[in-house]
């Protein structure tokens, strides 16, 4: 435990020396004895945790690598915590999903044992047609990427509200007004009804959706609202998430 603190120690100090630190001066600001350092910073250097040019000690690829999955991971908790926000702020589960690389990924969803998420009975990848989120995604694509994607997932029938076919959704979807929200109605699930909002950033399409259950329908409108009004104070911090 003691190597392992002393090492963390000579990586948080290298990591305050952007233009690289000799070993002499990584062990006088870290109190370490010179031979120690250097056994350390030799075995730090071998796991590439840092990497040394000309004498200078500098941050190695494993080390930016945990740096880069330290900062995604806060990313996401910021995410979550703002779903959970606005969850109970609502009073209904909250969904943060994405269009990536040709495909729909729900990214995050807070919900509680009193406000259930929609189960995932269909694979939300393959009905985007049948769901708010996959619709809002949709929408917010040129009208190649909207056929590419139906070319691979086709239109089909989830439940007896689902559009029929890929001409009526694709009409449906070119009706959509641009950063308004889409509704639906039981169309991916029986009892449930649902809403998204357009999130662009950039050439990313993402989207908040909420969902609540039919008898709750006549909430659906106003919840949506009040979600617009909060996605749209915080949405320059979650900008900064949108690719998480």
């Not at 979600?227 to 949405?235: A, K, N, S, T």
């Amino acid at each position: 435990m003691g190597s392992v603190q002393r090492a963390m120690r000579l990586l948080e100090c290298v990591a305050e020396h952007e233009n690289g630190a000799p070993a002499k001066q990584l062990a006088r600001e870290t109190g370490l004895a010179l031979p120690t350092a250097y056994h350390l910073l030799r075995t730090l250097v071998h796991e590439g945790y840092l990497r040394r040019d000309k004498g200078l000690f500098f941050l190695g690829e494993a080390a930016e690598r945990l740096s880069s999955s330290s900062a995604k991971q806060k990313r996401r908790s910021t995410v979550a915590e703002t779903l959970a926000h606005w969850r109970d702020a609502i009073g209904a589960p909250v969904y943060y999903a994405m269009y990536r690389d040709g495909e729909i990924e729900v990214v995050c969803v807070a919900d509680t044992p009193g406000n259930r998420a929609v189960e995932e009975w269909a694979d939300f990848r393959e009905t985007a047609h049948a769901h708010a989120i996959g619709q809002c995604l949709l929408s917010q694509l040129g009208e190649d990427a909207r056929r590419d994607h139906l070319d691979r997932y086709p239109v089909r029938t989830v439940t007896p509200y689902t559009v029929r076919d890929n001409d009526a959704l694709l009409r449906r979807l070119g009706r959509a007004r641009r950063m308004e929200p889409l509704f639906e109605q039981q169309e991916y699930a029986l009892g449930t009804v649902c809403a998204a909002i357009p999130i662009t950033v950039g050439p990313t399409a993402a989207t908040m959706a909420i969902s609540l259950p039919f008898h709750q329908a006549d909430r659906l409108v106003e919840a949506t609202r009040r979600l617009q009004d909060e996605v749209g104070r915080l949405l320059g911090s979650l900008a900064i998430s949108i690719s998480i």
